[in-house]
C-alpha cells in the first residue's frame, strides 16, 4: 500500500501542475515570462506573459493552441488554467504589488468574465504605473465588455498617446471602431499597424473583414491571402477569405478554402457550416450533410445548421428527416421566421401527399410573417405555392411576379433561383400547383 501512494505521489510530483487541469477547449494564460508557439522546430510568434490561448488538443506536455488565429504548439508548463492564474498572481500580488501583476491578475478575471474584479485591478495597475498603455489597452476591453464604448475608445486613444509606436493599439482601436460599423476609420487604423508591424497576420486579417464590409471584395481577398502567407496554419483567414468568394459567387474557391481551414481546425462549427452551404448550392446535398452534421456535433444549438441541413433532407425526399431538422431549429429558436417558411414549403411542396398540410403551412407562414422584419421574396415564394397547393391559382400567380420582381432586383442573385421561379409560375399560370421532385444525390 505503502509503495502504491508513493508512486501515485511520485506521479503528481513530476506531471506539470497545469496539465492536470487542462482540456480541450480551455482558455489558458501564458504565466512565464515568454512562450514560443511552434510548429515542428519553427517558432511562429513567441507569446508574452498574459497572453491568453485557447487549448485545441493535447500531446503530452505539449498543447496544440489557438492564439488569434495562429495553431501551434505550447509547452503546458508555460501556460496555466483562468483559476490558477488568479490563484498564481495573487501570490505576486501579495509579494510584489507591481502593476504588471495587477494587470495579468486582471486579464485572467476578465476571462472569468468577473469584469468587477477585473477593472479594479487595472485601476490598480494604472494607479501604480500611469504610463502603462498595457494597463489602459487591458482596460479599455472592460469597458468594452460592459457597454462603455466611449470609455474603451478614450482608454486606447491614450494608449496609443502613451506608446504611439505600438501596432496593438492601433489594432484594437479599429477593433472597437469596426464593432460600431467605423469600418473606413478602422481601415486606417489597422493600416497603421501594419506599417509598425508588416508580419503580423491578424491585423492583415482584421482590415480585410473591414475591406469586406465595405464591399471591397478584392482588396478583402488580397489582406486575407497575406495573412495565409505570414501564417499558413491561420484557419479563421482561409474561412474569411472562402467567406469571401462565396459572396461573390466563387463557390469552388470558396469551398477549396473552407477544406483548407478545415484541415487545420476540423471541428469548427461556423467554418463546416458555411463549406455546407456551398455544397448545397451546388445540389451536393449529402456532402453538404455531413458538414453540417459536423456543425452541430460541434455546437448542438446551431439552428442555421439545423435548418440547413433540413432542407438538404427534403431536396433528398427524405421529408420526415428534414422536418425533424427543422422542428428542431423552430425548438431552439422560436422566433427564427426562416425555419417556420420552410416548413410550410414542404407541407406545400412535398412530392409525397403524406406530408402536404395546408393548414399547418398557413400557420406557418403567418407566423413566418409576423416575425419576418419585411416581406422577402422567399416569403412570396411559398406563399404562391400555398396558394396554388389551395386550388387558388390567381392569388398564385400574383405571389409568384411579386417573387420574381424582387427577385430581379436582388444584387448577385443565383439565375437558377430565378429561373425556378418562372418555371413555376408558369405552372400556376396552368392552374397546376408545384411538387418538388427529389434529386438523387
Known sequence: MKTILLFCL????????????????????????????????????????????????????????????????VHSESTKTVDQAIDFYTRQIANNPTSNNYRYRGDAFRLKKNYKSALSDFNAAIRLNPNSARAFDSRSKIYSKTGKKANAFEDLNTAIK????????????????????????????????????PNKGIYYKNRGLSYKKTKQYDLAIKDFTTAIRLVPTYADAYTNRGDTYKTLKNEEAAINDFEKSLKIDPKDSSTNYKAGLCYQNKNQFQQAIQKFNVAIKSNPKYRFAYRARGICYRKLGNYAK??????????????????YRSRAWLKTTASDPNYIDVKKAKDDLRQAE???????????????????????FNKAIEAGKKCLELQKAYPNLRKELIQESEARLKLYQQNKPFREIPQNN
Not at 13 to 42: C, F, H, M, N, Y
Not at 322 to 339: E, F, G, R, T, V
Open 162 to 197: 502613451l506608446d504611439p509606436n505600438s501596432s496593438t493599439r492601433y489594432n484594437n482601436r479599429a477593433v472597437i471602431l469596426s464593432g460600431n460599423s467605423r469600418y473606413s476609420e478602422a481601415i486606417q487604423d489597422y493600416s497603421s499597424a501594419i506599417r509598425l508591424n
Open 10 to 73: 511520485l506521479i503528481f510530483v513530476i506531471t506539470p501542475s497545469g496539465l492536470l487541469a487542462q482540456k480541450k477547449g480551455e482558455r489558458v494564460i501564458v504565466t512565464t515570462r515568454k512562450a514560443d508557439l511552434k510548429v515542428d522546430e519553427t517558432v511562429l510568434k513567441t507569446l508574452s506573459e498574459g497572453f491568453e490561448v485557447v487549448i485545441k488538443d493535447i500531446n503530452g506536455p505539449w498543447y496544440w493552441v489557438d492564439h488569434k488565429g495562429t495553431l501551434g504548439w
Open 370 to 392: 409576423k416575425l419576418a422584419s419585411k416581406k422577402s421574396w422567399q416569403l412570396y415564394q411559398a406563399q404562391a405555392a400555398l396558394y396554388a397547393t389551395e386550388g387558388n
Open 322 to 339: 428534414a422536418l425533424q431538422d427543422i422542428d428542431k431549429a423552430i425548438q431552439l429558436s422560436p422566433k427564427y421566421s426562416s425555419a
